[in-house]
């Protein structure tokens, strides 16, 4: 028999982060995804947006593929405002 188990809005936490981390690690996620969509939607190259970025291209392969640990926030948000995009931070009371 499978058990089938609702998820949360925080994937992180269903893997059995502690909150805190949770939160950092899909924050960083959702920006990660969209700096990814950004160089998608360009059709740029992995060296063409690590040009742009003033990254390496080894540093944007690791964006493109996911690699959470290699980012932080401040980094992720600096991107984004060299792309042009305006990152806002929503603050809300969790619900239950």
């Known amino acids: 028999m499978t058990n089938i188990v609702k998820a949360s809005d925080n994937i992180f936490e269903d ?11 899909k924050i ?14 360009k059709k740029w190259t992995q060296a063409e947006a690590a ?10 392969s690791n964006l493109m593929n996911g ?6 926030i401040d980094k992720l948000v600096q991107m984004l405002s060299i792309a042009g995009m305006d990152v806002r931070v929503l603050v809300a009371p969790k619900t239950s």
Request: glycine content about 4%.
């Open 51 to 60: 040009e742009f970025f003033s990254e390496t291209q080894p540093r944007i």
């Open 15 to 25: 893997l059995g982060f502690d909150p805190q981390e949770a939160a950092n690690l």
């Open 67 to 72: 690699d959470i640990d290699r980012f932080g």
């Open 28 to 41: 960083r996620a959702d920006l990660m995804l969209d700096i990814r969509r950004f160089i998608i939607a």
